[in-house]
């Protein structure tokens, strides 16, 4: 017996279908829309088929391929309507409420970027200062470093003068002063520098 074209798309759908899942059942696709469509016109406000769709989880094409889905949907979300008092209020109360917790949101915003900010810049101050300190303690340490080493030839030359007497050290200052003016080292400031400590230390005894 041949089948006529309907009878061969449905059969087709059929084995296209997942084995398994029952198809969707058309009274409560109907019902769906229908609860969807008083949710929504208890709101007031105007609606469109999306809205329908977004409430319902039924896809557009489907509202838009079965006739009486298209026809419980109709015009009636295509036109303004006096939207309930009370309903109303709910709204711009809801609206006034997110209004008032967007400026907190953008309050706290600005204040924590000032915060960070303030951290930031102390942050920067108290790496400065550490910095500081470094340096301060590492040119103490070659302070003390040159201080040990001065107080230690200081000590190795008061021993030579006591054993070489007074009138010998005497003798002995004069020609080295002669030897280690600075102004024979106008060339070399690190030698002239020199001369003039170990001349310090020399008159020193």
């Known amino acids: 017996m041949p089948h006529s074209r309907d009878?061969?798309?449905r059969s087709k759908k059929k084995q296209m279908r997942a084995p398994g899942v029952k198809p969707a059942d058309p009274k409560d696709r109907a019902a769906r829309v229908a609860q969807a469509l008083r949710d929504l016109e208890r709101i007031g406000a105007a609606f469109s088929v999306t809205d329908v769709c977004d409430r319902t989880g039924i896809s557009r094409a489907t509202i838009y391929r079965h006739k009486e889905l298209r026809d419980l949907i109709g015009a009636r979300g295509d036109a303004p309507r006096k939207v309930d008092a009370e309903?109303?209020?709910?709204?711009?109360?809801?609206?006034?409420?997110?209004?008032?917790?967007?400026?907190?949101?953008?309050?706290?915003?600005?204040?924590?970027?000032?915060?960070?900010?303030?951290?930031?810049?102390?942050?920067?101050?108290?790496?400065?200062?550490?910095?500081?300190?470094?340096?301060?303690?590492?040119?103490?340490?070659?302070?003390?470093?040159?201080?040990?080493?001065?107080?230690?030839?200081?000590?190795?030359?008061?021993?030579?003068?006591?054993?070489?007497?007074?009138?010998?050290?005497?003798?002995?200052k004069r020609q080295l002063a002669r030897a280690l003016h600075p102004d024979l080292f106008a060339k070399d400031t690190a030698a002239a520098a020199l001369a003039t400590e170990i001349l310090k230390a020399l008159n020193a005894l």
């Open 7 to 9: 009878d061969i798309v």
């Open 87 to 172: 309903v109303h209020e709910k709204l711009e109360s809801r609206h006034h409420t997110m209004k008032a917790k967007a400026r907190d949101l953008r309050r706290q915003l600005a204040e924590t970027e000032t915060s960070w900010e303030v951290m930031r810049e102390r942050a920067l101050q108290a790496e400065r200062r550490l910095g500081h300190a470094e340096q301060r303690i590492e040119e103490l340490m070659q302070q003390l470093a040159r201080s040990a080493q001065t107080n230690t030839s200081s000590h190795a030359l008061d021993a030579v003068a006591r054993d070489l007497g007074p009138e010998t050290v005497r003798r002995a």
